[in-house]
């Protein structure tokens, strides 16, 4: 009964551990990683572009690489939505998402080097509730500034709507979902990655610990044993 009941134990744990590394495994095969397959339950999608409080070093010319970037999803994008997302901008500052521009992610939102653009959302359920997205206008090259040019510009704005769209990274450096233009990101494969040597450390030491409780167990069964031979004078399973 206790055996069985061990076994059982092992068995679960076993299990979540499956689970838990699932999607770290199929992030690098066949399914394309998402953050959520149809994260707004509702078309178009409002989309809010900041013109107003815009930074020194912003282009002009970059409004255009925001539309282009809309027209590229709403085209079908990189082919791994399994909708048609339709947008319209909006005036309201409470659209579904929405696109601000600050002078450099490191100085401004403490963002680590070589973070270019990021997307935060807000969820409830498998739905979002509204994404911001939030591109830098140029970084530090050395001591001097560089302004990021509107090939750049476009590139990082595909990829941070594609995180609104609901996809997670790709590992194909082909895609327009690969990480070449940022790291710090509020994204759960990412988190799901660098928490996993943790979670190989949790179930070693599980593993220990039912390790040690199972040797306890049948110590305790050798003691009674005996104890029951003294008393019974022979063993009765
Ligand atoms: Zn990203």
Redesign the pocket.
Known sequence: MIMAKLKAKIVVLLVLTFLAYTPVTTATDEIYPKLLDMPWDHSPITVYIEEENIPPHYSPTYRAQIDASLEYWEAGGNGHLNYVPQFQEVDRTDADITIVWVENLETVAGAPEGVAG??IYQQNGDRYTHASIILEVGNYQGYSWQQYGDTNMQEVAK??LG?ALGLA?STDKRDI?Y?TY?AR?N?NPLLLRSTLPYLIIALVIGLAILGYLGIGWRRSRCKRKELEEEVFGEWKE
């Open positions: 990021y997307c990829h941070e995180h990274h979902m990480p940022e990101e994204l």
